[in-house]
């Protein structure tokens, strides 16, 4: 019993690997528990792990003599989390328009799917019904900032953000996301608070003491920054943003050796990290170099820099457009997927709800399975690239140039 009820309360603060352990010790003395069976299906699912969470589900189901009402709900849990989400989404959300005791529960796992498939306006609508039946759960509105920053919403984001660590102060992961928003503004004046509450509640944490180490420098306070940065590489020696931040102030200090070091070694983890690499480019400037490598970094930095500026300028203005087209949702979406934002993904599957057979999403998309070595679902979008150029072709009676398109 006590292993169930941490089990339980692990839950509740999202700690699915602490659910785990305990769950399993329960399960190791008192195994033949339906009830005990279907708590581990549930924190199975929230691990992601479905072949597991179907085992204790099965188990459950022949230790109380068949299916009942909460393990039918939970397999249907386990299908919408599991690439099924189009195919039980109705029925959830019938029985949660019927206000099914578990509609929390089914509104949680719609959204968390949602988010998961890079759905962004369907998770948005799971959430905004999860909080209105629900207005101060913490998670929701954890869940619906971090929507809202994708979709580009960035008051919305703050709000939410804001609201939720009001109602749950540590929720460390949405505060440092939080710093992130404001900041991107150069706000520091909203960042600062939170950056020091984070610091001291962690202090050997890189990650805050590198979002402490930005309030201050944008502060003005180059020193307490500079000692910042180098505590946090201490904890973490290859934090990207610590070696970004660091590389900076060495560029700036006269010292652009140490700034292309930094820089080099931050390169390693995040290749085409637009702000790297105009950093690194920078260190080789200060020092007057020109040579082979130097052009080669520089002609790398600027493709990165036009991905940036177009995605940008595509989120800023063209995303909440009514008269977007396909072309522009698409070229947007492999920019980011280039500047390695699983935001494309979103508008790639955008660009293809438009236009199944957009030749520049369907491309985009095949050259990022090959790369996640799924060769089955490349070879897929290809085949329906060159049906597509196959098409146009036949329609203007000429053939169509892949320059801007890609290869096939």
């Known amino acids: 019993r006590y292993h169930i009820n941490e089990a339980r309360t692990a839950v509740q603060k999202e700690d699915y690997k602490e659910a785990r352990r305990h769950v399993r010790a329960a399960l190791s003395l008192w195994s033949a528990d339906a009830p005990t069976q279907l708590l581990a299906a549930r924190i199975e699912r929230l691990n992601g792990d479905y072949v597991e969470a179907e085992k204790h589900l099965n188990e459950c189901q022949r230790l109380q003599g068949g299916p009942s009402d909460d393990t039918q709900v939970e397999w249907l849990l386990i299908r919408a989390e599991n690439n099924e989400l189009d195919e039980v989404a109705p029925g959830l959300l019938y029985a949660i328009a019927q206000d099914h005791a578990r509609k929390l529960e089914m509104l949680e796992a719609l959204a968390r799917a949602a988010m998961h498939e890079m759905r962004y306006r369907q998770a948005q609508d799971y959430l905004d019904r ?19 920053e994708r979709l580009n919403f960035r008051e919305q984001a703050v709000a939410d953000a804001e609201r939720s660590l009001q109602l749950q102060p540590d929720r460390h992961k949405l505060r440092l996301r939080l710093i992130e928003l404001h900041l991107a503004r150069n706000n520091t004046r909203g960042a600062a608070p939170h950056a020091e509450f984070i610091a001291a509640a962690r202090p050997d944490d890189a990650d ?24 946090a590489l201490v904890h973490n020696p290859a934090h990207p943003a610590a070696l970004l931040e660091l590389a900076r102030i060495y560029n700036r200090n006269g010292r652009p050796a140490d700034g292309e070091r930094l820089a080099r070694r931050a390169l390693e983890q995040s290749s085409d990290d637009g702000d790297l690499l105009f950093v690194l480019c920078e260190s080789f400037r200060l020092q007057d170099k020109d040579d082979a490598e130097t052009e080669r970094w520089a002609a790398r930095n600027e493709r990165v820099r036009a991905d940036v500026r177009l995605a940008d300028d595509f989120l800023r203005t063209e995303a909440a457009s009514a008269t977007r087209t396909p072309d522009q949702v698409a070229v947007a979406g492999s920019a980011l997927l280039r500047l390695h934002q ?32 799924n060769a089955e679902a490349a070879r897929e979008h290809r085949r329906a690239a060159r049906e597509a150029r196959a098409a146009l072709g036949a329609a203007v009676g000429c053939s169509v140039t892949t320059t801007f398109w890609g290869r096939e």
């Open 130 to 148: 999860w909080l209105r039946f629900e207005p101060e759960s913490a998670r929701a509105l954890d869940w619906r900032s971090w929507v809202f």
């Open 208 to 231: 805050a003491l590198v979002a402490l180490a930005r309030c201050r420098l944008l502060q003005g306070k180059s020193e307490e920054g500079q000692q910042l940065l180098e505590r």
């Open 342 to 373: 699983d935001l494309g993904l979103y508008w790639l599957n955008e660009a293809l709800k438009q236009d199944p057979a957009n030749r520049i999403a369907r491309l985009a998309l095949a050259d990022y399975f090959e790369t996640k070595g």
